[in-house]
């Protein structure tokens, strides 16, 4: 085994947390002595900042990504008996939160070059249940929203994002969250803007829908002690809104750090696709936030997945794979009746996949070192 004097870690948050330390502990010491833990001052003013940054009106924050989906479809009118159409291709939390609001998923394959939800097969996947299309912004790209709003028209459907993996992510002059009639975000520690523990976000500019998400956060109480409708308990922290509400003005420039370190993998890649090195595609130029760089091994490739996995491991590199097992075969999820074949792209990508070290802060020489032990496969 070589044993490399370089190790690359596959995310590291401390290089974005240390400049801001003293930020950070000022921010929670002030929620401390204001002791407003739960919906506090520094959560609605977070709240405000975010959706305006996105693009929208309104944020109601929450305890995950996962509940801000499923509460928001719920809040969108998506109930028991309507079918959604989700991405074959994302992670599990995407189908769990349409589940989660009573409605039943219809799963999607994937276009192989972007990894995001193939529009034409979704087409031919509506039902006449059918009420919405939940797209995924996956790995921090965003679907096309020209193609989505046009889908979405033609077949009078709601479009409920899920941009977990896309903070300000932008395409066609879109920012990730303004599409469609509401969109749920993740503040999951690694995400693009993360808290120190858990939190999502549901953005809209629909007064009700936002309202709607305000009371089903809080055990389905418009106003205290009075509960209209069996909702949760779901709040996005102070603590952690105040976190965020320090990170946040940082985002748009460690979002461009991903997106210049994505650009110089995709230079660096380039003459890798003859040897079966296959990057991911980028439609969308800086618009692209890449919470993850993604490669494909494909059959072409002298070694198999795992083998360069293990080849990388062994020089100092750390990734990942996102996801190792495609949704519809997941065991908890055999009852949506899905079997091996129905998805091919998304089951081969399960298969090629592979997460390179992304994160703001890594250095042109750590990505040239990825790109040279690749380049030696
Ligand atoms: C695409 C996607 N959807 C939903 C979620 C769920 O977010 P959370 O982990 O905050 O529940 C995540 C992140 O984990 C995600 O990556």
């Known amino acids: 085994m070589i044993v490399s004097s370089k190790t690359i870690p596959f995310v590291d948050l401390t290089l974005q947390h240390q400049p801001i330390q003293a930020d950070i502990e000022q921010a929670i010491s002030t929620v401390v002595q204001r002791g407003d833990f739960i919906l506090g001052k520094t959560l609605k003013e977070f709240e405000a900042e975010f959706a305006q940054a996105s693009g929208v009106k309104y944020g109601v924050g929450v305890a995950s990504g996962t509940d801000a989906i499923a509460l ?4 969108c009118g998506i109930t028991q008996g309507d079918d959604v159409l989700v991405p074959a291709n994302t992670f599990i939390a995407t189908v769990m939160g349409v589940i989660q609001a009573g409605a039943t998923p219809i799963l999607v394959d994937c276009d192989p070059h972007t990894a995001l939800i193939d529009l034409n097969l979704a087409a031919k996947a509506i039902t006449p249940k059918t009420k919405a299309i939940l797209p995924v912004h996956l790995y921090g790209q965003m679907v096309s929203p020209r193609a989505l709003l046009d889908f979405a028209q033609v077949h009078d459907l709601i479009i409920f994002e899920d941009a977990a993996q896309a903070h300000l992510a932008q395409r066609e002059g879109y920012k990730a ?201």
């Open 177 to 377: 969250g303004s599409v469609g009639m509401a969109a749920a975000f993740s503040f999951y520690p690694s995400k693009n803007l993360g808290a120190f523990g858990n939190g999502g976000m549901l953005i809209t500019s629909d007064e009700d829908v936002a309202q709607r998400v305000r009371t089903l956060r809080n055990y389905g109480a418009p106003k205290k002690y009075y509960h209209t409708e069996v909702g949760k308990n779901s709040r996005l922290d102070t603590l952690q809104a105040a976190i965020l509400q320090v990170k946040l003005p940082y985002l748009p420039q460690w979002n461009q750090l991903r997106n210049q370190a994505g650009q110089i993998y995709d230079q660096g890649l380039k003459s890798g696709e003859d040897k079966g090195i296959i990057t991911i595609k980028n439609l969308s130029q800086e618009g692209h936030v890449y919470h993850l760089y993604v490669i494909r091994i494909n059959k072409d490739c002298s070694m198999s997945r795992d083998q360069v996995q293990q080849f990388l491991a062994e020089r100092g590199i750390q990734t990942g794979i996102h996801y190792p097992i495609p949704c519809h075969l997941q065991p908890a999820y055999k009852s949506l009746g899905y079997q091996l074949g129905d998805f091919p792209q998304a089951e081969m990508l399960c298969e090629q996949i592979l997460s390179l070290p992304m994160y703001p802060g890594i250095t042109s020489d750590q990505i040239a070192w990825v790109i040279e032990q690749l380049s030696l496969i």
């Open 72 to 75: 928001g479809l719920q809040a």
